[in-house]
């Protein structure tokens, strides 16, 4: 198969329009089989409850080149898993989770030309998403819904890759005690994009939101889970049930046990304790694992050990045995990696 005439090395993260993308409808209580189809756009009643309501969730995973020369995904069955938990919390059916590996396959398979050759630092990215398509007026779930997979390649999802960025706390919340914080629900994201463009305009690459609720703990970024490195080499990440269970992040939770040997601590973590650590990472399928040189609240700065110019030790080894894993150069654990054949 040939690949396609891109200039694979430097994507960033970005939408590119690939050839084909996996459609279901429900419809009748019931999914109909699915389809491929060229066509990219998508004609809807101007009173679907995805335009009125935000009735939408997604989900995000990446397809690789191995090594070896094979294309792979990781863990698509736990996309599978919290979509389902997404819907569930929005009143919307679920699509079944083996039919969702099967469409994450089959977009993957015919979209190959589309996959970022061994090497060249880019991936293609899969966004699985469903929402409400007939008319809904008074304030209640859609009785139709639209399950779709597109992919689109991509770079790295903060410009210049593994150098560190700068973060701010924010003074938005992104989800609520008791809210969707722990879904992918398109709505958590449109709460944090005047956070994200405030950010930006203060000269900022992201927001740390803390706990809703008292405004003490560190909770997530828009995009990516936390990781902290103490001085003592454990890794802190944090716990709460108003953040999204990043699939990443429980990877590196196990590679940081079973490969590295190392302790981790998935525990509620205060802000005031974030000054005292020796290293800081945003992980994600996104993010991958971007390392965070600098975080600033109202003024005052954090500056960790690890400094501006690289990632931390710790991180780096977290991010190359995750990496390793997924481009085939280290042994994954069983069922992690779903071979594509095609
Ligand atoms: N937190 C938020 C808010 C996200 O949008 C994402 C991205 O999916 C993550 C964390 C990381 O999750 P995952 O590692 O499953 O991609
Ligand atoms: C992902 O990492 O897949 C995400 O969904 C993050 C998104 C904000 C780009």
């Known amino acids: 198969m040939e690949k396609k005439n891109i200039d694979w090395s430097n994507l960033g993260f970005g939408y590119i329009k690939t050839d084909k993308r996996y459609i279901s409808l429900y419809k009748d209580g019931k999914w109909d089989d699915g389809v491929m189809s060229e066509d990219d756009t998508i004609k809807l009643s101007e009173c679907a409850g995805v335009l009125q309501y935000a009735q939408t969730i997604f989900e995000g995973l990446k397809a690789y080149t191995t090594e070896q020369g094979k294309i792979v995904t990781f863990r698509p069955d736990l996309n599978a898993s919290r979509m389902k938990d ?6 919307m059916p679920v699509f079944p989770e083996d039919r969702f590996v099967d469409a994450v396959v089959k977009t993957v398979r015919e979209n190959a030309a589309y996959v970022p050759p061994y090497g060249s630092g880019a991936t293609l990215y899969l966004r699985p998403y469903m929402f409400g398509s007939n008319p809904v007026i008074g304030v209640k779930p859609a009785d139709e819904y639209q399950f779709r997979v597109f992919a689109t390649p991509v770079g790295p999802y903060f410009k ?12 938005f919340d992104r989800a609520a005690p008791n809210g969707t914080g722990n879904i992918k629900a398109g709505l958590n994201y449109a709460m944090s994009l005047h956070a994200i463009v405030t950010a930006h305009k203060e000269g900022f690459d992201e927001n740390m939101y803390l706990d809703p609720g008292t405004r003490t703990k560190v909770e997530e970024t828009g995009g990516a889970n936390f990781l902290f490195i103490t001085k003592d080499k454990k890794v802190v990440t944090p716990k709460s049930n108003s953040i999204l269970p990043s699939i990443t992040r429980r990877s590196l939770v196990h ?3 079973e490969y590295l040997g190392l302790e981790v601590e998935e525990r509620e973590v205060l802000f005031d304790e974030v000054k005292d650590f020796a290293e800081c990472g945003l992980c994600g399928t996104a993010a991958v694992i971007s390392p965070v040189g600098k975080i600033v609240d109202h003024g005052k700065e954090i500056c960790f050990p690890s400094g501006m110019e690289d ?32």
């Open 86 to 91: 997404s819907a569930a919390r929005l009143e």
């Open 160 to 171: 210049g890759g593994a150098k560190p960025i700068t973060i701010k706390v924010s003074d």
């Open 255 to 257: 590679v940081a046990k």
């Open 311 to 342: 990632m931390g030790a710790v991180t780096k080894k977290l991010y190359d045995t995750l990496t390793g894993i997924q481009m085939g150069r280290i042994e994954a654990p069983e069922g992690w990696i779903k071979e594509i054949e095609l």
